[in-house]
DNA sequence: TACTAGTTTAGAATAATTATAAACTGGAAT
DNA sequence: ATTCCAGTTTATAATTATTCTAAACTAGTA
């Protein structure tokens, strides 16, 4: 379990206030085990399931986007109109299942890539993400 | 310059009646050398722009979807908020600028992927794509 | 020429997200 | 401790992209 001050650390080192908000958010992202997907609408669940004062959704979409600024989660390429977010910010690939809409994590050694082009000039590779669509067999 | 008649039986070879609102939109779409990115909004305006009687806009999307469902164009990802089409439909890859939200396509040749993960049970593979997100040197 | 299923259309409805502005709060200064 | 205020949260309104609806239109067959 990832002590509360870790969380507090994590969330100062990006010049982020210490909200009792952020601190709940930042522990269901943070302290499991796996990594996790979700977006704004299912975090949102996630967090105000069975509480005593909620979170407002105002406040889901503003902390994901601040997480997301601040490099703690990042965003998905989908086709969804939903956005998706993952907390697994390395380097990652992901198979996308347009039926269920659900994403799976690809692990990074799964996927080897030969050869890469240049980018065009006055720019640098940001990232480089893999999709791979699926469908019934 | 592609002939009026091998649109029409292009739509026809897909259950698409040739009406004069898709003749118009595949002229635009399918009549160019290079290949075309555009979302349903740009489409729109291309389609409408110095025109006496107008393509409404249902009508852009309604089109747009059908085509795709067609295999005429193929949705692009990204982690843009709208939907990005291309009129290539051959696997390639993509760069994505998220500053000027311009997609640059790559040639199939520049990248090679040396290995790729088994799909799950009872899927297989759809598609594959790869975007690389560039950001300023 | 008439008919009908498929298509188009304007406008309403919905879904996801962002903006607004008033109330609240973490933490520095006193 | 108390005050203060910039940063944050909140409910709600606004916006954006897209889909739905149902009436009017049309391609193509009879």
């Known amino acids: 379990m990832q002590q509360k001050k870790e969380i ?3 969330l100062r080192s990006s ?8 601190i709940l958010i930042a522990k269901k992202l ?3 085990k796996e990594t996790f997907h979700f977006t704004a609408e299912s975090l949102n669940k996630t967090v105000n399931k069975k509480m005593q004062r909620r979170i407002s959704l105002a406040t889901i979409y503003n902390t994901v986007e601040a ?7 990042r965003e ?5 109109s939903k956005s998706y977010y993952d907390t697994n910010i390395k380097s990652h690939h992901h198979f996308y299942d347009p039926d269920k809409k659900k994403l799976t ?10 050869k890469i082009p240049n980018p065009p000039k006055g ?8 999709v791979i ?5």
């Open 8 to 10: 507090i650390n994590r």
């Open 15 to 22: 010049n982020l206030r210490p909200t009792k908000q952020r």
């Open 30 to 32: 943070f302290d499991r």
């Open 67 to 73: 997480f997301k600024k601040a490099g703690h989660i």
């Open 76 to 80: 998905i390429l989908t086709n969804s």
């Open 105 to 114: 994590d690809i692990d990074y050694q799964e996927v080897v890539l030969k």
């Open 123 to 130: 720019k640098k590779i940001k990232d480089l993400e893999v």
């Open 133 to 137: 669509s699926l469908q019934k067999k």
